[in-house]
């Protein structure tokens, strides 16, 4: 079982817009979280990171928030683009001496006009 | 955008042949990464480096084998390839430390007939 679920899988909404992404993990010890972006036939590109300590980040119309208490997380776009159509993955770090990575399956988001 | 590069970033290709996905980053990164994903699904860790002459294999059991002779070069070679490695390659680096982002590149994708 992977141990981060994000949701929903895939939403459409239309431009203009706002919506939230959600994300559940189980990974422990917690090091920290990453939003990613993904635009189709590219590689992902990270968002933002937020540690232990924070429960909020932003980055432009991206906000990202953290309950660390129970291992939730959600990414709020704000007044959506057609060029946030994506898919947003959320990542997990685990305190460790690799601080390893484990990768969320993505929310595909598709903004139409 | 990542200093980071991949080739080809399209391939097709008959059953049995030997193929090799080219990585290369100039940031200076001791730590590179090949994951593979496929649609939908979460990206798995198939082999790591953590600098030269250090490789390792990820949590994704994998035929392909991996090289790391310099720095900012980690290129990945399947022997015979089949149908069932079939996917999307991403190659990525990133330096030390926990909050430290790791960057991908635009990844290959691999069709094998």
């Known amino acids: 079982k992977n141990q981060v679920e994000q949701s929903p899988q895939s939403l459409i909404i239309l431009e203009g817009k706002n919506c939230t992404l959600q994300c559940n993990y189980t990974v422990s010890p917690f090091s920290n979280l990453r939003w990613y972006k993904q635009d189709t036939g590219r590689g992902p590109v990270s968002l933002t990171i937020m540690t232990f300590s924070e429960n909020t980040k932003s980055n432009g119309r991206y906000t990202a928030t953290l309950d660390a208490d129970t291992k939730q997380s959600s990414l709020h776009i704000t007044a959506s683009q057609l060029s946030d159509s994506a898919s947003y993955i959320c990542?997990?770090?685990?305190?460790?001496?690799?601080?390893?990575?484990?990768f969320g399956a993505g929310t595909t988001v598709t903004v139409r006009a | 955008e990542a200093d980071i590069y991949q080739t080809p970033r399209y391939l097709v290709i008959g059953t049995g042949k030997k193929i090799t996905l080219e990585c290369s980053q100039t940031?200076?990164?001791?730590?590179m990464y090949w994951y593979q994903q496929d649609p939908g699904m979460e990206l798995h860790l198939i082999h790591y480096s953590y600098g030269v002459n250090s490789t390792e294999k990820g949590d994704l059991s994998s035929e392909s084998t991996v090289s790391r002779i310099r720095t900012e070069h980690f290129p990945l070679t399947l022997e015979s390839a089949r149908p069932s490695h079939t996917s999307q390659y991403l190659c990525?680096?990133?330096?030390?430390?926990?909050?430290?982002?790791?960057?991908f590149g635009p990844g290959t994708r691999l069709l094998v007939l």
């Open positions: 940031m200076g990164h001791d730590k």
């Open positions: 990542v997990v770090s685990a305190y460790s001496n690799d601080y390893k990575l484990s």
């Open positions: 990525a680096s990133r330096l030390a430390g926990a909050q430290e982002t790791q960057y």
